[in-house]
């Protein structure tokens, strides 16, 4: 059973990148044909762009790459509680 572990985790992980590749070819073809803007795309590119913020900062410590998901994924909730802020407050007002 321990020999299956490694074999599920990079299953998983292949699976996932072959999502996001998936992701990005057919991004790229309806940016091309015009059925999208680039602002909806480069929403789609923003927690990437994040990431690759927080992993820059978290270089130093002993594994970097969970610290930059760890802080990837608290800056995206405080950006979407922000977000869900701003908005009721915008509703008040008008």
């Known amino acids: 059973m321990e020999g299956l572990v490694p074999i599920a985790i990079w299953l998983s992980l292949a699976l996932v990148a072959i999502g996001l590749l998936v992701i990005v070819v057919f991004g790229i073809k309806?940016?091309?044909?015009?059925?999208?803007?680039?602002?909806?795309?480069g929403a789609m590119v923003l927690p990437l762009v994040i990431f690759g913020i927080c992993y820059a900062i978290s270089l130093g410590t002993a594994e970097p790459a969970t610290t930059a998901m760890i802080l990837t994924a608290l800056v995206l909730l405080a950006g979407g509680i922000v977000a869900i802020v701003l908005t009721g407050i915008k509703g008040v007002f008008n």
């Open 30 to 41: 309806s940016l091309m044909d015009g059925k999208h803007r680039l602002w909806s795309i």
